[in-house]
């Protein structure tokens, strides 16, 4: 059964890999204002499944619907249009641009979705702001730290406003103090009324979520 008001149904997901069952009959909605937390181990599927959620690959059986439509029957300009202006996301490595300054990186997504270079700066400036990050905004990734590099990150995942925020092991290469950082700063958005899902190996991350689950042996069981 649907849960009414979600903007995700992920339907009863399988994916198999060299017929090894990696994800197993995964299914669960996610509303506007929930913080996802899924726990396991590695090469327990997490990445698989936001890469399902995201559309870069396709489930052996099940659907993923996104504000009512199957994102699997969306055309590649479709499926590009969905990410882009739908989905932000956040990764363990922080993927910046190595010869872009933070607030050239954080612009990038909207120029490409079409949004003047000159209301993305400004938009950019104001995220990096709220971040922490006023006085970092003309630094390069080499003159920043994991947690501000993560800052700069999410700032980029939010720069088109999306409705989901898929994050996969973000504060995987910060210390606790940065974690915390990354960690509330998540939450805050979720509590913004946007929907996070964060995958991660660490159990004691568990406590920031408004749902948690964890992915044993392919499958997703509700905490």
């Known amino acids: 059964m649907k849960s009414t008001n979600a903007i995700l149904h992920v339907m009863n997901v399988s994916k198999r ?34 890469g399902i959620i995201a559309g870069f690959e396709e489930p052996d059986e099940g659907k993923i619907e996104f504000l009512g439509r199957d994102i699997h029957s969306l055309s590649d300009d479709e499926l590009a249009e969905y990410r882009s202006k739908h989905i932000g996301f956040i990764f363990q490595n922080f993927n910046l641009i190595p010869f872009l300054n933070a607030l050239e990186n954080v612009i990038v997504p909207a120029v490409f979705s079409g949004v003047k270079r000159k209301i993305a700066i400004r938009k950019a400036k104001k995220l ?49 103090d940065n974690e ?44």
């Open 128 to 176: 990096l702001t709220k971040l922490g990050l006023s006085d970092k905004l003309y630094n390069y990734p080499n003159q920043l730290s994991g947690g501000e590099q993560q800052r700069v990150a999410i700032a980029r995942a939010l720069i088109n406003d999306p409705e989901l925020i898929l994050a996969d092991e973000p504060t995987a290469n910060l210390d606790r």
């Open 180 to 223: 915390q950082i990354i960690m509330e700063i998540l939450s805050n958005i979720a509590r913004s009324g946007k929907s996070v899902i964060l995958v991660t190996h660490k159990e004691y991350l568990a406590k920031y979520g408004t749902k948690v689950f964890e992915l044993v042996n392919g499958r997703l069981i509700r905490r």
């Open 17 to 50: 890999y060299l017929l090894k069952d990696v994800l197993v009959d995964i299914s669960f909605s996610v509303r506007p204002y929930d913080f996802v937390i899924i726990i396991g181990p590695s090469g327990a599927g997490k990445t698989t499944l936001l």
